[in-house]
């Protein structure tokens, strides 16, 4: 399963209606892989939506240091390849860090992302948490 941004704060934060859902797709989930865009994103989501900065960053730090958490740094290749994808579809929405998100779920052969965003489905695959 892809660690989307959005997933990651309704992971977080308590008081999302998505919370336990997320949770237990995260705990029950075979595999768990992220990328260093999604994490770096998080954190500028947490911020803007006023959430506690030390224990947001404290939480980032958790999904990084987490051995069953694989994340991939994003080289010039993967970054490229994003920007590829985003310069054949402008007629969709996408940010950077979503078309690196598939991208890399397409090359690892994964399906499903936690993550309220529906552009994942709009690529192709599973979105697990609603918006």
Known sequence: MLLDTSGLLCCFDAD???HHDAVAFYKSAASRLAHNYVIAEF?????????????SLDFAAAIFADAEVEVVWVDQALHNEAMTLLKAQT??????CDAVSFVLMRHRKVNDALTT???FEQAGFRRLLPR
């Open 117 to 119: 965003d529906g552009h």
């Open 16 to 18: 999302d209606d998505r």
């Open 43 to 55: 954190v500028a989501l947490a911020t803007a939506r006023r959430l506690p900065p030390q224990p």
């Open 91 to 96: 007629d969709k929405n996408y940010s950077h």
